[in-house]
């Protein structure tokens, strides 16, 4: 397939075009190459002839035509998103911007398209989303596809009024559209804002490791490649109109996880004394959903998907690569807000 991918050199977006080029697709990127993005994160596969890269905000409507003028897309995989919750609270504007009007954007400019091609049964607008849109769980249950929506931060808000509208232009449209919703992501290129990056550096910094509140938060961690083979799984064979929840069948406690990257470390590159010396329990984020997990029952079933990648198989890949790309890592840190406790003016 030709594959126009938005938000390619984000974190999630940049494991998608990896993993799309080396399958023999071809990728066009599209990225505004905001804070959190790095072309640093699509080197392996940059110099490959089915590889093309375009800077456009997707809050540009003119050059999103041209871009599907040009190029003549089979599928789009939209991942052009904010999507730091502690960014959200600060300011949520961009939010709103980038993820509703971002979407709207797209849809629209897929829909012309589409509409132009004489409406294609084989086109498809695949809406990479977040579990965050379904609100919390208790110390029970599952997220599943039918779980009503319950969104408690701006960003989870954004993200579900885009799932919305992608739903909605395929009812009002025809719009071949599929929607996947994932668990939390980790793993190689995870920009130094977020969790388990945040864990591996502040430690080999020897500076206190920030953890919210008591730890007790609960996510089910997903390996970022496990994802990107999921989510190409989904544009190839998934049902149009249909929502597939993605996690990675690993849940832990945030303290949990955060302990076995400082055994990991402990291991890795020892010091006089124990990383987990330095974890420091500090306010809680507002608003803090208490657990996330995933059903995945039909990605599994319906596709014949499921996660290769355990969380401690997963955990030593990336601490083992944060140790071994320190020239990747290293310019980030002097990019604005990173560093810095962010999400508190609430």
């Given amino acids: 397939m030709k594959i126009l991918v938005t938000g390619g050199a984000g974190f999630i977006g940049s494991a998608v075009v990896r993993h799309a080029v080396r399958a023999g697709h071809s990728v066009i990127n599209v990225d505004a190459l905001t804070y959190a993005a790095n072309l640093a994160n699509v080197a392996p596969v940059a110099n490959s002839p089915l590889y ?4 456009v905000d997707i809050r540009d409507r003119a050059e999103l035509d041209r871009l599907f003028a040009e190029y003549q897309p089979d599928a789009v995989m939209h991942l052009a998103a904010e999507s730091h ?3 959200s609270i600060d300011g949520p504007g961009d939010f709103i911007e980038t993820n509703i009007t971002g979407t709207f954007n797209m849809l629209e400019a897929a829909r012309a398209y589409w509409v132009r091609k004489g409406k294609p049964e084989d086109f498809r607008f695949h809406h990479i989303s977040t579990d965050e849109v379904y609100g919390t769980l208790g110390e029970t249950g599952q997220f599943t596809e039918e779980t009503p929506y319950a969104p408690n ?3 989870s808000a954004s993200k579900a009024a885009s799932d919305h509208l992608v739903r909605a232009w395929h009812e009002t ?4 559209v599929l929607v996947t919703n994932c668990s939390n992501n980790y793993g190689p290129y995870h920009f130094p804002e977020k969790l388990i990056p945040v864990v591996i550096l502040k430690a080999l910094a020897g500076e206190p490791i920030p953890v919210y509140g008591k730890g007790e938060n609960v996510r089910d961690w997903l390996y970022v490649e496990d994802h990107a083979d999921a989510l ?3 544009v190839e064979k998934g ?3 249909r929502t597939y929840n993605i996690g990675g069948e690993n849940e ?3 303290i949990a996880l955060v302990r076995t990257i400082c055994d990991i470390l402990d291991a890795k590159r020892p010091k006089a004394a124990p990383y987990a010396d330095q974890i420091t329990f500090v306010a809680d984020r507002p608003g803090h959903d208490l657990r996330y997990a995933i059903d995945p029952t039909r990605i599994r079933e319906e596709l014949g998907w499921r996660p290769s990648v355990t969380v401690e198989e997963g955990l030593e ?3 083992q690569w944060y140790l071994d790309n320190e020239d990747w890592w290293r310019p980030l840190l002097e990019r604005k807000g990173v560093g810095q406790r962010l999400g508190v003016k609430a």
Wanted: proline share 8%; net charge neutral; glycine share 8%.
């Fill in 173 to 176: 449209y025809g719009l071949p």
């Fill in 252 to 254: 832990r406690t945030n």
């Fill in 85 to 87: 919750v502690d960014r």
């Fill in 317 to 319: 890949r990336t601490v």
């Fill in 52 to 55: 093309i890269f375009e800077q």
């Fill in 239 to 241: 049902e149009v109109g």
């Fill in 232 to 234: 190409l799984t989904v």
């Fill in 153 to 155: 931060s701006p960003y």
